[in-house]
């Protein structure tokens, strides 16, 4: 009888344990998923983006930067409602390759955004650098950034007004006024890490770190 004592108590001990380093390893995972989900809240913006991001790996985490041993090239064009006559479309070119005695990756990406057929057009041309370590056998981390310029560019010629409209005909009784200016350049930067093998990958971007101002009137 006693012997069943014992094993009853020592089968609770280990539940007990068991259930302690579950709750732990999940209190664990709650911590990083809401620090991944509060760093997300603060980040937003109007980037155009790919829905196969895997094939613009650069324009997402510049740590992708020279990923693989060859020279890599990328090519992606997006017309979203190409119903409206190219309503939004995109267009992205990148390079990237790596040089495996300086343990780093370099390349380039130029992304132009046509949004509303020539209403709001973004250009952005970066350069991209990317160092790779091995703090285990098989397992690197790369850490990445990117630097360059961005445009932003209004086209509003093609706006039309309340005042640009002739009561009596209901057309366009005068040419639009252009409004001054038109078009800003800034400096834009980001930066990403990224854990992988051959086997897995895992990364984290974050765009806009120096939070530049692309505001083109001043609004008071």
Not at 44 to 66: E, I, L, R
Not at 136 to 160: P, Q
Not at 196 to 202: I, L, S
């Amino acid at each position: 009888m006693l012997k069943y004592v014992v094993l009853s108590v020592l089968l609770l001990v280990s539940l007990a344990k068991l259930s302690i380093k579950l709750r732990t390893v999940m209190l664990k995972k709650s911590i990083v998923f809401y620090i991944f989900v509060f760093l997300s809240a603060l980040g937003y913006g109007q980037d155009a983006v790919f829905s196969q991001y895997y094939a613009a790996p650069v324009k997402f985490n510049p740590a992708f930067t020279g990923l693989t041993q060859m020279p890599l090239i990328n090519l992606n064009y997006r017309n979203q409602w190409p119903g409206f006559q190219k309503a939004y479309v995109t267009y992205n070119v990148g390079y990237s390759q790596f040089f495996e005695k300086k343990h780093s990756g370099v390349g380039l990406y130029v992304q132009a955004d046509n949004a509303g057929n020539g209403l709001y057009v973004t250009n952005e041309v970066k350069g991209l650098y990317a160092y790779q370590l091995e703090p285990t056998k098989d397992i690197f981390l790369k850490l990445g950034i990117e630097a360059g310029v961005m445009s932003n560019h209004v086209g509003w010629e093609k706006l039309l007004f309340p005042d640009d409209i002739d009561p009596k005909t209901g057309g366009s009784g005068q040419p639009v006024e252009v409004i001054d200016p038109s078009s800003k350049t800034y400096l834009d930067i980001g930066a990403g890490v990224l854990l992988y093998n051959k086997h897995f990958y895992v990364g984290y971007a974050m765009s806009h770190l120096n939070t530049p101002n692309n505001q083109l009137l001043d609004v008071s």
